[in-house]
């Protein structure tokens, strides 16, 4: 598999920053923050000797935490580079070799799977946009199918789209245009490690679309509700005090106010069937108040994901004050980093 895709623009800015990734996110309190709010949805949806697969894992801190908590992950990332540093933490933990497959080879990866016989996976998860590097999702969503067995839950955390704090961030900046980005229409160019790539910020009514014909949603958790987005750092992190009683609240607040997380988690269940698939997602769609663009209540029947193209995703602009070598501040990084772990 890691000869079998070309690595796309994303994948390429991630591998050339992989070495330096976790120094520069890992003091950061509002990140740690975010971090337990997906753990904890974790350990309720895996059991403890559960085979999990995840997507965009980077260079393994959730894989790790999960290997040490009894459950077996096999790590995938696009980025030959951060697997390798997923390769030595998770070697002690004798566990699946992390693996070079990029979200946008899934299908082909599980077609490879099935041919050598091997095993479907109890469930899968996502952290921290991955997938927001990925235009297609519904051949993402095909190759989920092929890998998760019935009943298997599939816990995809995505950019939110409407996020309070990043708003209150960027206008305590001055920056009017960047605290309405996550609204914005369109791939948005972004760039990291002097590499250039696209970000799309996809609405939870097409990540349900394009799941829909195998999976039905559950649930979902907003991640970072009044926990800042890691634009507010580093002067969020000289404040534990307040960031501690954020996470907190967060705790109350993540299911009725999902949609405002500066992520969201999107939990899905895989169904037994296609048909099935198709019925309980559209029921999962009303009951959370989605709907795909260019699904309207005079066309209800456009259900089919096929049908629901790339205008329909949101894109933001990227940026993030970060320190740079001269100790200055500038734009240079995703709101959050959207390869994963």
């Not at 709010?37 to 260079?59: D, M, S, Y």
């Not at 704090?165 to 920056?175: H, K, M, P, S, Y």
């Not at 949603?217 to 501690?244: F, K, M, N, Q, T």
């Not at 198709?278 to 699904?295: C, F, Y």
């Amino acid at each position: 598999m890691e000869d079998a895709l070309a690595l796309t623009p994303a994948i390429e800015a991630f591998d050339a920053v992989a070495a330096r990734f976790d120094a520069r996110f890992g003091a950061w309190r509002s990140v740690a923050a975010q971090r337990r709010a997906v753990r904890r949805a974790l350990a309720r949806a895996f059991p403890r000797g559960a085979h999990v697969l995840e997507i965009g894992g980077g260079t393994g801190e959730d894989a790790r935490w999960l290997a040490a908590r009894g459950r077996v992950v096999q790590l995938t990332d696009g980025s030959p580079s951060m697997v390798r540093i997923a390769r030595e933490k998770l070697r002690s933990q004798r566990g699946p070799t992390p693996q070079v497959v990029a979200a946008e080879a899934l299908e082909q990866w599980a077609a490879e799977r099935e041919s050598a016989g091997e095993a479907r996976f109890d469930g899968v998860f996502s952290n921290f946009a991955a997938l927001n590097c990925v235009d297609d999702l519904e051949g993402c969503a095909r190759g989920l199918a092929r890998l998760l067995r019935p009943g298997a839950p599939a816990l995809l955390v995505l950019f939110g789209t409407m996020c309070p704090g990043e708003v209150v961030v960027q206008l305590a900046r001055g920056d009017a245009r960047a605290a309405l980005r996550r609204r914005a229409r369109g791939a948005v160019s972004a760039r990291l490690g002097g590499r250039a790539f696209d970000v799309r910020y996809h609405r939870g009514g097409d990540l349900a679309a394009a799941m829909g014909p195998w999976f039905r949603l559950r649930r979902r958790i907003g991640v970072g509700v009044l926990v800042p987005p890691s634009a507010a750092e580093p002067w969020i992190s000289r404040h534990p005090a307040l960031v501690r009683t954020l996470e907190q609240i967060d705790r109350v607040l993540e299911r009725p106010l999902a949609p405002l997380g500066d992520h969201v988690m999107y939990w899905f269940e895989r169904t037994g069937s296609e048909s099935q698939g198709s019925e309980s997602h559209r029921q999962g769609v009303r009951a959370l108040g989605l709907r795909p663009r260019g699904l309207t209540p005079a066309n209800p029947n456009r259900s089919d994901p096929r049908q629901v193209r790339s205008g329909g995703w949101g894109v933001h602009e990227l940026g993030i004050l970060l320190p740079s070598e001269r100790g200055r501040f500038h734009p240079s990084l995703p709101t959050s980093y959207p390869l994963g772990s």
